[in-house]
């Protein structure tokens, strides 16, 4: 049927739409009248030779897609659904290399070896050096003398920090991993003036930093998880260059995500304040998946259709792309009750924040999970009367909810 109130021309990756807000309105109208619809583009505009792809709004139907990869495909066209419109098609393929952009078999092996980087016992082992560096974090934002920017004095830093104490990249460092992933996705927002090129030689240098320490634990093997990937005996190895494109994906999937993650949720609890002073008082550990749900840090990614297929009634032709959009899925009245409420008690929360199943679900999803109790605990702890000082600055982009900057103070 029609769905009138969706505007003409409306696409839901339009950058300019995403830096203002989440088009949960619209969102909602497909849901009710269209829950699979063809949204057309204009050739090229998201950096392929089509003329759109199909907006999949459902929770059930974003399930089906993500479950059904002989269906639905991650390496053809890659699950960004929309690049820089000058991208050459060469740069697309490249992306292949990474996880998030494999099919199995391939997918299967690559993901069994890096897996081991995420096992209950590696991040158990993370958790106490992690707290520390939470609390010393919140600390140190509380003693800003005025306002200050959330989202580089807290919501970055632990992720970060993360990354550097999974991988033993030197803590030093972390500030190159930041920088390095800003640029990667950035392509779309003025304000860096990140040219395709600056991104490009930016996943450069840092797939180069990662080949470097492969190459440094082959000829030197440690105790360490880089070790344990690249130089393992008899047990399936990444090659370095494959090691380069997975901390290529940690840095963007493990620092992007749950930087924006924890943001939004600090958003979150300082616009719903009895949600922070119930937080406060009771520490849920439901507040977590709850803060995920509701910032929903990817709003989606694609597929591409192997064969013709029939999707919410629709026909889908072979080669044809289909967006899942995951921010939609998040806010379905069909699983959540009243999905447009922030409520960090709910349970269940069968949220798709870290994607819809099947096999690209969310590798890090426990360390993600982990880092927002901590940091949300350290900052209710060290900053209970924390506020906000002025709106979210939202960053320019097709498909990351992302905010910029979050002005807060202690005073």
Request: hydrophobic residues 40%; glycine residues 6%.
């Amino acid at each position: 049927m029609p769905c009138p109130a969706l505007p003409d021309g409306f696409d839901f990756t339009d950058p300019d739409v995403l830096q203002h807000r989440v088009p949960l309105p619209e969102f909602a109208e497909l849901r009710r009248a269209e829950p699979v619809r063809w949204i057309p583009q204009a050739p090229n505009v998201a950096g392929f030779q089509d003329e759109g792809y199909w907006a999949v709004t459902r929770h059930a139907d974003v399930k089906y897609v993500s479950t059904h990869p002989e269906l639905f495909s991650s390496t053809l066209n890659t699950a960004i659904i929309r690049f820089n419109e000058h991208i050459e098609r060469d740069a697309i393929d490249a992306q292949r290399l990474i996880l998030l952009n494999m099919d199995p078999p391939e997918h299967t092996r690559v993901r069994q070896i890096v897996q081991r980087v995420f096992t209950p016992r590696a991040i158990r082992a993370l958790e106490e050096r992690l707290r520390t560096r939470a609390s010393a974090i919140a600390a140190n934002a509380r003693q800003q003398p005025g306002p200050f920017d959330f989202v580089t004095e807290v919501a970055c830093e632990l992720p970060l920090q993360a990354i550097a104490e999974l991988i033993g990249i030197p803590q030093d460092d972390r500030s190159k991993i930041f920088d390095w992933s800003n640029k990667m996705i950035s392509y779309d927002d003025p304000e860096y003036a990140i040219t395709e090129e600056v991104g490009a030689e930016s996943a450069t240098e840092l797939i180069a930093y990662a080949m470097n320490m492969a190459a440094d634990r082959k000829a030197c093997p440690a105790k360490d998880i880089v070790t344990t990937l690249v130089a393992a005996e008899d047990e399936g190895n990444l090659g370095s260059d494959e090691f380069g494109f997975f901390v290529l994906m940690l840095a963007v999937a493990g620092n992007e995500t749950t930087r924006n993650a924890i943001t939004h949720g600090m958003h979150a609890f300082l616009t719903h304040p009895e949600q922070w002073e119930l937080y406060k008082r009771e520490r849920p550990a439901t507040a977590a998946e709850e803060i995920v749900r509701w910032a929903t840090p990817v709003v989606s990614f694609q597929r591409t259709a192997t064969q013709d297929t029939e999707l919410g009634g629709k026909r889908i032709k072979k080669g044809d792309r289909v967006g899942i959009f995951y921010a939609s899925a998040n806010h379905d009245p069909e699983v959540f009750e009243n999905p447009d409420t922030f409520d960090i008690t709910r349970d269940p929360n069968p949220h798709l924040g870290f994607g819809g199943g099947g096999p690209h679900y969310c590798l890090g999803k426990s360390l993600a999970v982990l880092e927002i109790d901590l940091i949300f605990n350290a900052v209710a702890d060290a900053m209970p009367d924390l506020r906000l000082v002025g709106d979210p600055r939202r960053l320019r982009s097709a498909w990351i909810n992302g905010v910029k900057e979050l002005q807060v103070s202690t005073g």
